[in-house]
């Protein structure tokens, strides 16, 4: 079998596809910032739902693992811990994915109830609001990387990709990170403006986004959840090279 001929999504080589990639797994954004008079904001989106809900209700978790497990439950907030403790499995994959009856796997609700009987001291949460973060995602088949940036762009906050101004003399900004799911990730993300007057729309997805605002360094900053600090560590850089004039 010529395994040349496989491309693999996520890292872009060829030689295997996404399930036997060894490089962490990759998503591809855009940071984005304008000029509000003199103050530099950055465009950030809120999570419908936060990761660690997500991740629950997929099953994404070995139900014996109670490391692996209190990880992804601390990701979520007061109101999705008390969903998990009130409303049966159907009730909340249906209104996870906005359908009514939706087919699931049988296997992630047996573990879903088992937690609950077994494990309600692991629902200790503190988060008010799912997490903050720049628009990104995942490469299409033979995508590039700054197509993939600019297209999960358009579709995650509304706007048009022709009211970005990419920057050039930069190379993109990298996290790397281990997930609560104990596996490796990498976000890409390429830095582009926009400018004041084109920066109003309210039009972001629906389906994926709970919202969508406009943060100086300083609100973003309380808006990062604590263990992100690759995160803000990204954008503290950023900002110090945006106020000291060294990209154009």
């Not at 910032?33 to 994404?60: A, H, M, P, T």
């Not at 907030?77 to 403790?85: G, K, P, V």
């Not at 490469?139 to 050039?168: M, V």
Request: proline share 2%.
């Amino acid at each position: 079998m010529d395994t040349q001929k496989y491309l693999c999504n996520n890292c872009g080589n060829f030689g295997h596809l996404f399930y036997n990639c060894r490089k962490p797994i990759t998503s591809f954004g855009i940071v984005c910032y304008r000029y509000n008079e003199s103050r530099i904001e950055y465009l950030f989106v809120q999570r419908k739902d936060s990761l660690g809900y997500v991740d629950f209700l997929r099953g994404k978790y070995n139900e014996k693992n109670l490391f692996q497990l209190k990880n992804i439950i601390k990701e979520m907030t007061i109101q999705e811990r008390d969903n998990i403790l009130n409303h049966t499995y159907s009730e909340l994959w249906d209104k996870l994915w906005n359908k009514i009856n939706d087919k699931y796997d049988l296997k992630n609700e047996e573990k879903y109830n088992f937690i609950k009987r077994n494990h309600l001291e692991l629902f200790d949460v503190k988060w008010e609001e799912p997490e903050w973060g720049f628009p990104k995602g995942r490469r299409n088949y033979k995508e590039k990387d700054l197509e993939c940036a600019l297209r999960e762009f358009e579709e995650e906050t509304g706007y048009s990709k022709k009211t970005l101004t990419l920057i050039k003399n930069l190379n993109p900004y990298e996290e790397l990170f281990t997930g609560s799911n104990l596996k490796s990730y990498k976000h890409k993300y390429f830095i582009a403006m926009m400018k004041y007057e084109d920066s109003h729309s309210l039009n972001y997805q629906r389906s994926e986004i709970g919202d969508m605002k406009w943060f100086s360094l300083e609100e973003a900053l309380e808006r990062i959840r604590d263990y992100n600090i690759e995160k803000k560590e990204l954008l503290i850089s950023l900002d110090h090279l945006l106020k000291n004039n060294i990209i154009y």
